[in-house]
């Protein structure tokens, strides 16, 4: 995690006790032992030439890139600036913010906690938080945490969420756990935008909820449950949550929004991302280094070589059950070009945008990031995803490929 605390917004959680810092090293060095987690290298390529070329073609401030196959990270890059109109050059330490990239992370925790047998794909709203059954609405008592993990809640599509809901939320206090039961109270009050389970609405408010629940279930904050569940087994050591670096520094990359035809840095601070209450939604920041090293995770789970969840669990969390183009955190495409189905995910905060695709026939993923947000950030990260695709594709599979079922949502 953080080396310092974990953040989002601002905000922190309290770090483990000094003392334990050691043992907890010596542990999280011994699962990424045991798990097989994925390596750095070997690194066959760099992708600086051809990041450079999309960020001078879309005007970017940087770009941060990994391709990965089931051994691990097989090509990477990173290039630009911190800041638009500075100097400060980006590197591979870099953290960039992923965004909505991390419902994927918030999905797989909770799959952890269902092999546990701590949580279930079927426990209910109402049953989980029983002292809270009667302060919410009735129709959103029965919602489950796949519905949830989903987006088949009934809960309004919140891609663009009230300004005036966002506001409330940075006013509440106490912990991240006892924040999202009070925001639980506010969503779950609220008319239902559809019947729960009838159809799939995006909804960020949805991933905080199943995060309260893991938190629920497990009496432990969910940004820790992130850590000891999946982040330390993995050997992702770079992550934290909100905007990346310390407010009036530039020691890392700086967001950035287009204002008419300039880009305009974000310093990072409590008002540079969303608030931290709904990190499970997607606040998370990483290097493109620790970013691969997750991908290599689903990947290899995607292709049978499971670890540290069930084949059964993995399986799930990557099938569409609806048949909606959206598994458990992931949305799906259908790319005949690498062999089938695609597992991917775009995010951003409208100052950052990050891409993964994850094509398990093909044995390939690619990750891209950038310091931007917007229709720009996203057409060059789109771009690069299917130029790295391109190059690294097995050649007997680039023979064309049907427009995608769902996008990169």
């Not at 690194?43 to 401030?61: C, K, Q, T, W, Y």
């Not at 029965?142 to 993990?149: A, F, I, M, P, S």
Request: glycine share 12%; proline share 6%.
């Amino acid at each position: 995690m953080n080396n310092h605390a974990v953040r989002q917004g601002g905000r922190a959680e309290v770090p483990a006790a000094r003392r334990r810092l050691f043992s907890a090293c010596l542990i999280a060095g011994l699962l990424v032992h045991l798990c097989g987690s994925a390596p750095a290298g070997p690194v066959d390529g760099s992708l600086d030439a051809l990041l450079g070329s999309v960020r001078s073609e879309h005007n970017l401030p940087a770009l941060a890139a990994a391709v990965v196959r089931t051994e691990g990270m097989i090509a990477v890059g990173a290039g630009g600036v911190r800041r638009m109109g500075f100097n400060e050059p980006v590197t591979l330490e870099d953290r960039f913010h992923i965004g909505s990239c991390a419902k994927s992370m918030t999905a797989t925790v909770c799959a952890s906690l269902v092999d546990q047998g701590r949580l279930s794909w079927q426990a209910t709203i109402g049953d989980t938080f029983p002292d809270l059954r009667d302060e919410l609405r009735a129709e959103f008592r029965g919602v489950t945490l796949e519905q949830l993990l989903a987006h088949r809640s009934g809960l309004a599509c919140d891609r663009e969420p009230n300004r005036w809901l966002l506001l409330r939320l940075r006013l509440l206090t106490g912990t991240m756990p006892e924040q999202r039961r009070e925001l639980m109270k506010i969503v779950f009050n609220g008319q239902p935008a559809a019947e729960p389970g009838s159809e799939f609405l995006y909804s960020n408010f949805g991933y905080t909820m199943a995060g309260a629940m893991a938190e629920q279930v497990s009496g432990e904050a969910w940004e820790q449950l992130l850590g000891h569940l999946l982040l330390e087994p993995l050997g992702i050591t770079s992550a934290g949550f909100g905007a990346p670096g310390t407010p009036g520094t530039v020691d890392q990359p700086w967001g950035h929004r287009l204002v008419g035809a300039d880009w305009v840095p974000v310093s990072p601070g409590p008002l540079a991302d969303n608030p931290a209450v709904i990190s499970p939604a997607g606040c998370l920041h990483l290097t493109i280094t620790d970013w691969a090293k997750y991908a290599v995770f689903h990947l290899r789970g995607a292709r049978g070589d499971a670890r540290l969840l069930k084949p059964a669990t993995f399986k799930r969390l990557h099938s569409d059950a609806y048949a909606q183009g959206y598994a458990l955190g992931w949305g799906l495409r259908d790319q005949p070009s690498l062999g089938g189905t695609v597992l991917t995910h775009a995010g951003s905060n409208g100052a950052w945008f990050a891409l993964i695709r994850i094509a398990p026939q093909a044995d390939l993923a690619v990750l891209i990031a950038t310091n931007a947000g917007g229709d720009a950030a996203l057409k060059a990260c789109r771009a690069a995803a299917d130029s790295m695709v391109n190059v690294f594709s097995p050649p007997q599979q680039l023979t064309g490929g049907a427009p995608a079922r769902s996008g990169d949502r």
